[in-house]
């Protein structure tokens, strides 16, 4: 059906509608175009929507629109272009609110902190300014794009002259630095750490005591845990600002990847109040003893809980992925003391028989599985894992939508029998954006750094490819995202692996109708269409008429509905601000729990 005939269509489709619509309150929106994604009608001049039930009740011409709900108030938004919300279906907004949102920093070099001079700037104008005695959390070193040392409690103690106590959280996730003051906090007689936590360890000097590093989860929790109150004392307000921030983005749904039931009362809170921002999908540690208990959200079409979370291997930055080929062996590589492998299978979390095993746990329980894996290795070991689960559990040919997070090192007949067996992947373009300078040459040979995050090979192979941010590891910024794996460009402006871009019809998919695929919401949301959800973001310009080189520059996010109504976000802090905040104090310790790597 041609888009003139379906809109004349439209009053038919929409009469259903009329005798609900005498009772109920609705609103329509005219933009100068509104790009649907839903490929039977892909664009539209008004949409309508009710206010009661938060759904879009007619999308199309100005004149069809208004015939089937002819007593609706309309609003111009004269230049504004509309699209569907974003959809950023791989964050953790509690973590990220917490340790890059006021009163913390972020030091990340994609937010500025370029080198290690500019970290050291950051660390030593906050401890200046800053109230005397307040603890400091810093976020995001990133010893291998900004170049940095090892930040001992040497180094760091000359960074605060003050006497103050400050974390300086790796933005790996796997290891936080730390001053003497902090110390004095944790109590740790003459210096000297505890006993060594089961997986997590402390680094000292030769003389026993604390050189001011931990690493790994458990030691982690041990020095943040009691500095973190003290520095950050509204939790749920920290939250709430990273989704402030990802609703500045134009990101409208989204997941928390590291759920775990300490999260649970926050997550209430924010979706509690009159302007919450997002529609929040939480996937609960597998590791946590009641990781297969069901939960009940007094709303669950705000928050509610997707499925379960499991690791095959871990992080890019720091060599422990498990992949088929070696780091480069040079000066930036050993810098940053990547394990330069190849580790193959040594890089998994788990053995095959533990990921059976967790996989024979959950799956009969109809939960959603998802996977974090970065290396070639790890993704086929994941699929084998999960194609003997799906035989056994006699869920092949099935809707269930399991998915694969990351993915920089997968190949493409990889992703073709990820299609083949049903499970989705899910992309970070930021790996490629902020380091894909470095992975093609530096850190990688050009046959595989050039192609890492292999999205035209993902789409090719119909697996419903999405993008993602995985918060806080970088920005929620879907419009760069775009960008991006369109021109198939870096940060910096290079082209690495030029067969590895997308088309913009695809990149806009992978924001938006697959990540409400991959959520198992595409029914509500993802595409403006009757019976969705009226999740919306205004645009200063219609993305397909922009050069995609330019889209960043000029295509600007003015704001976003939620089910129909407009997100004031100022308003949003305040509600939160409101809520009691010690009441979700602890939710500090439950982000930290499951801290992790990219």
């Given amino acids: 059906m041609s888009r003139t005939s379906l809109l004349k269509a439209l009053p038919f489709f929409s009469l259903c509608f009329l005798s609900h619509l005498a009772a109920a309150e609705v609103q329509i929106l005219k933009a100068s175009t509104i790009i649907t994604m839903d490929e039977k009608n892909p664009r539209a001049e008004a949409i309508a929507f009710d206010t009661t039930t938060k759904k879009i009740i007619a999308v199309g011409s100005l004149k069809d629109v208004q015939a089937s709900a002819p007593k609706a108030t309309v609003k111009d938004l004269g230049s504004t272009v509309l699209m569907p919300g974003f959809i950023d279906p791989h964050n953790h907004p509690i973590l990220s609110g917490i340790t890059t949102q006021a009163p913390a920093y972020w030091i990340a070099p994609y937010v500025g902190a370029k080198s290690w001079s500019d970290v050291q700037a950051i660390i030593k104008k906050a401890d200046a300014e800053a109230p005397a005695g307040r603890p400091l959390v810093f976020n995001g070193l990133d010893r291998l794009l900004q170049q940095a040392p090892l930040p001992t409690r040497d180094v760091l103690d000359k960074l605060t002259p003050s006497g103050r106590a400050i974390i300086v959280v790796d933005n790996s996730g796997h290891a936080v630095y730390f001053n003497t003051a902090t110390i004095k906090i944790l109590g740790w007689k003459n210096q000297k750490p505890p006993v060594n936590p089961v997986g997590g360890s402390y680094g000292r000097y030769k003389d026993g005591t604390s050189n001011g590093i931990a690493n790994e989860s458990a030691a982690l929790m041990a020095v943040i845990g009691p500095i973190l109150p003290k520095a950050v004392p509204h939790i749920l307000l920290s939250s709430a600002k990273w989704y402030a921030y990802m609703a500045s983005m134009g990101i409208t749904s989204t997941s928390e990847h590291t759920y775990n039931t300490g999260m649970y009362k926050g997550y209430q809170a924010l979706a509690s109040v009159p302007d919450t921002p997002l529609r929040m999908h939480v996937y609960h540690m597998a590791i946590e003893p009641d990781a297969g208990a069901q939960v009940t959200w007094s709303d669950p079409s705000l928050v509610r809980k997707n499925g379960i979370k499991l690791w095959a291997d871990g992080s890019p930055w720091l060599g422990t992925v ?10 930036r590589t050993k810098q940053a003391e990547i394990i330069i492998g190849p580790l193959g299978e040594k890089g998994m979390n788990y053995t095959r028989l533990q990921l059976d ?17 970065n290396g070639d290795v790890g993704f086929d070991v994941v699929l084998d894992a999960y194609e003997n689960a799906l035989n056994k559990y006699k869920l092949t040919g099935t809707d269930h939508r399991w998915r694969v997070e990351h993915l920089g090192a997968a190949r ?10 049903g499970v989705t992947v899910s992309l970070a373009p930021f790996q490629y954006i902020y380091w894909g300078d470095l992975l093609d040459g530096t850190m990688f040979a050009p046959e595989y750094g050039s192609q890492w995050q292999r999205a035209g090979d993902g789409v090719k192979m119909k697996t419903r490819t999405t993008f993602h941010n995985d918060g806080s590891v970088s920005p929620p910024d879907t419009l760069r995202n775009i960008q991006h794996m369109v021109t198939r460009t870096t940060d910096s402006g290079k082209v690495h692996g030029a067969n590895q871009a997308v088309t913009l019809d ?3 998919k992978a924001s938006t109708i697959n990540g409400a695929y991959q959520l198992k919401r595409d029914k509500e949301i993802g595409s403006l269409e009757v019976g969705k959800y009226a999740d919306l973001v205004e645009l200063s310009a219609d993305i397909t008429a922009v050069k995609p080189n330019e889209i960043v520059e000029k295509v600007k996010v003015k704001g976003t509905w939620l089910g129909g109504k407009k997100i004031d976000t100022k308003k949003f802090l305040e509600q939160i601000t409101a809520i009691d905040p010690t009441q979700h104090q ?6 930290l729990k499951n801290a992790h790597s990219h």
Avoid at 322 to 331: G, H, I, M, R, T
Avoid at 586 to 591: F, I, L, N, T
């Fill in 506 to 508: 695809q990149a806009l």
């Fill in 412 to 421: 493409a007949d990889q992703f073709q029998r990820a299609e083949r067996l």
């Fill in 322 to 331: 498990a992949q088929s080929f070696p780091y480069l062996e040079n000066a």
């Fill in 586 to 591: 602890g939710m500090a310790d439950s982000a």
């Fill in 357 to 373: 095993q967790m996989l024979d746990k959950y799956a009969p329980m109809g939960y959603q599985m998802a996977f974090h894996c």
